[in-house]
C-alpha cells in the first residue's frame, strides 16, 4: 500500500486492534459492542418495570418481545442512517480531494513533500518522493487521503454491516431478560431474568476490559452497577404505577 512509503512508525499492534474494534471506520463490530449492552440493559429495565407493576405473566413477555423488536428496528435502522450519512460524507472527502489534485497537482505535490517533511524526511528527499507519488494518481490519491484525512478509502465501514450486527447484538442482549419468563413465571423467573441479565452485563463490561486498559472487575462491575441501577429504579416506577392504578 502507498501509506508504506512513508517512514514514520504505524500503529502498534495493541494500537491497530483497538482501531479496528471499536474506531469509527469499520463500525460492525463497534455496533455489535454497544447494540448488546442496550438491548440488555433497556429490555430488562422494560421487563422489570412491568413486573413491578403485578400484571400477568403473559403481559411481562409481550412487553420483553414488544421492546425487543422495537429496540433492534430501531438500533439497526440507526445504525444504518448514521454509517451511510459517515460514509458518503468521507466519499465526498475524498472526491474533493481527488478534484484538488486534477486542477492543482503542482500545488498538492508542494503540499505533500510538506508533510514528508514534517515527518522527518530531508527537504530535497521529500520533494523527490512527493513528485514520484504524484506519478501515479491512485497512489497519489491514496496518500493524501491518508495524511491529510486520516482516512483509508479502503475501509470507509459498512451501513449494511452496522446495521445487521446492530440488530442481531441488541435481540440478543434483549433476549436474556426475556428468556425466563418464556419458559417460567412468577418470582422465579423475575429473579432469573435479573441473575441473568446483571450476570451478562458483568461479562460484557470484563471483556471490554481488554480494549480500555481498565481492571477487568472494575470494567465488570461498572457496567452491571448502571444496568442494575437502571432495573431497580423501573421496577420500583413499575410498582407505583401498578398501586396507582389498582
Known sequence: ??????????????????ENIIGGRSG??????????????SNLSLIMGVAGAGVEPHVIVLAGIAGLLAGAFSMGAGEYVSMRTQRELFERLIHLEAHELAVDPEGETRELA???????????????????????????????????LGLD??????????????????????????????????????????TLSLGSLFALGAAMSRYTNRLWWFAGLRMLGIGGGAAVVTYWVGRLLGVTVS
Open 1 to 18: 500500500m502507498s501509506h508504506d512509503i512513508l517512514p514514520h512508525p504505524g500503529p502498534t499492534p495493541a494500537e491497530g486492534e483497538i
Open 28 to 41: 460492525a463490530l463497534r455496533a455489535a459492542i454497544f447494540g448488546a449492552n442496550d438491548g440488555l440493559v
Open 114 to 148: 510538506t508533510l514528508l517533511e514534517r515527518r522527518g524526511i530531508p527537504s530535497d528527499l521529500a520533494g523527490q518522493t512527493a513528485t514520484a507519488l504524484m506519478a501515479n494518481p491512485k497512489v497519489a490519491l491514496d496518500v493524501h487521503v491518508k495524511e491529510e
Open 153 to 194: 478509502p479502503e475501509e470507509l465501514g459498512s451501513p449494511w454491516g452496522a446495521a445487521i450486527s446492530s440488530f442481531i447484538a441488541f435481540s440478543i442482549g434483549a433476549l436474556v431478560p426475556l428468556v425466563p419468563f418464556l419458559i417460567g413465571s412468577g418470582t422465579g423467573a423475575t429473579w432469573w431474568a435479573v
